[in-house]
């Protein structure tokens, strides 16, 4: 019975595969698109770290609050520095979670690349999904895309019980 259902699993998602492999070289282009837009917020997300790192040595924030006068000067210091470190913990999670976004779309470049491939390799007589409905293609790609994010949401629980010990 396990067998059955593993075999049938396995086959709704080969041919969610297949439907996808006709949008891919569309979808590559988009992905594409995202990953150098990804690439250019990282980038921009470096640059504000670095900044950042720089702001929070201990003279530079001397040096920041030079013209501002008080009777109290070192908390005056502390609340920069608490300031400066919560805005530099803020762009790590970001940069964090596009590290995340951008492994995620890498994988999917790389299967929009394979499926590409595949497709075009395919003689023209063959296309499986060429004579069926385009509402069953939707219900392959989704159940192919819902095990895609069970997976990805299995590796991250890996991932956090990994580092956690």
Do not use: C, F, H
């Amino acid at each position: 019975m396990k067998r059955k259902i593993g075999l049938a699993l396995l086959g709704l998602l080969m041919l969610s595969i297949s439907v996808y492999a006709q949008d891919a070289s569309d979808t590559l282009e988009k992905l594409r698109a995202q990953l150098l837009e990804m690439q250019t917020k990282e980038d921009a997300l470096q640059t504000r770290l670095a900044q950042l790192d720089e702001s929070i040595k201990p003279e530079n924030i001397e040096r920041s609050l030079a013209g501002v006068g008080s009777t109290r000067p070192e908390e005056l210091r502390e609340a920069r520095r608490r300031q400066l470190a919560i805005e530099r913990d803020g762009v790590l999670a970001q940069l964090k979670t596009l590290e995340t976004g951008k492994q995620r779309l890498e994988a999917a470049i790389q299967n929009a690349e394979v499926a590409a491939y595949q497709q075009s390799a395919r003689p023209t007589g063959q296309t499986m999904a060429a004579s069926s409905s385009r509402s069953y293609q939707w219900v392959l790609l989704g159940g192919g895309s819902l095990a895609m994010l069970a997976l990805g949401g299995g590796v991250l629980v890996y991932r956090r019980k990994t580092r956690a010990r």
